[in-house]
């Protein structure tokens, strides 16, 4: 079965610094997707960026950026310049063959100013 | 817009009501899916739904019954609820049943047994 870690409950940075949220996971599997969802106080899961395993560039998106290192099983999200609306609950998510989403336990993130 | 609607937003019941959760989506999505989100767990995926066929069904206690009338719409009746279940219910749809595009998911229902 495919799992998820995020080992980092809880992140904090400075507004206009950058901060990066790490996951780990576990798959057997060749293809699949991985996730970053954002779930702010208003509850609705956001989806912030995708990786497709078979592609070696990391994906982009505005200020959010992700390091997937496939062979060590590693998809880190990257927020540059931080804004206050960035503070969220972060969840790193897996899809492969099978009908569903696996998420992680997520990361709770604080922007200060 | 979100796309995926769910009512009602919170909802408080006796362990011997009977209530439904709703889920709508007007995204053109073929798959479906109820996630139960917990303080400190990961989200569990409770029932997938693909093309109004349930394709997968987590292990979930059957005071838990879902119904997909159509591919737009999506239902959670309750009966008899434990106080364990009180919890954030997620609904979610995506293109297809891979979900490869990521999901869309509702706001939620906060559901307390009382």
């Known amino acids: 079965a495919q799992t998820v870690t995020q080992s980092q409950p809880e992140m904090s940075v400075q507004e206009a610094e950058t901060v990066t949220l790490s996951c780990t996971y576990d798959t057997s599997e060749s293809d699949y997707y991985l996730f970053w969802y954002k779930q702010p106080p208003s509850r609705q899961m956001i989806l912030v960026i995708r990786?497709?395993?078979?592609?070696?560039q990391n994906a982009t998106e505005n200020r959010f950026s992700v390091n997937f290192q496939k062979a060590a099983k590693s998809f880190s999200l990257k927020i540059s310049d931080s804004q206050l609306g960035d503070a969220a609950m972060y969840f790193c998510?897996?899809?492969?063959?099978?009908?569903?989403?696996?998420f992680g336990t997520g990361t709770r993130l604080q922007v200060t100013l | 817009e979100t796309g995926v609607t769910q009512t009602p937003r919170h909802l408080v019941m006796g362990m011997t009501n009977k209530k439904s959760l709703k889920c709508e989506q007007h995204l053109g999505h073929n798959a479906m899916y109820w996630y139960k989100q917990s303080a400190k767990k990961p989200l569990e995926l409770m029932f997938v739904y693909s093309l109004e066929e349930r394709v997968e069904n987590n292990s979930v206690p059957s005071r838990f019954s879902p119904e997909c009338p159509n591919s737009s719409h999506l239902f959670l009746h309750l009966h008899t609820l434990q106080p364990e279940d009180s919890a954030l219910y997620l609904c979610?749809?995506?293109?297809?049943?891979?979900?490869?595009?990521?999901?869309?998911f509702g706001s939620g229902t906060r559901l307390t047994v009382v």
């Open positions: 979610a749809s995506s293109q297809d049943s891979l979900g490869w595009r990521g999901y869309t």
């Open positions: 998510a897996y899809t492969g063959t099978a009908s569903k989403l696996t």
């Open positions: 990786q497709e395993a078979y592609k070696q």
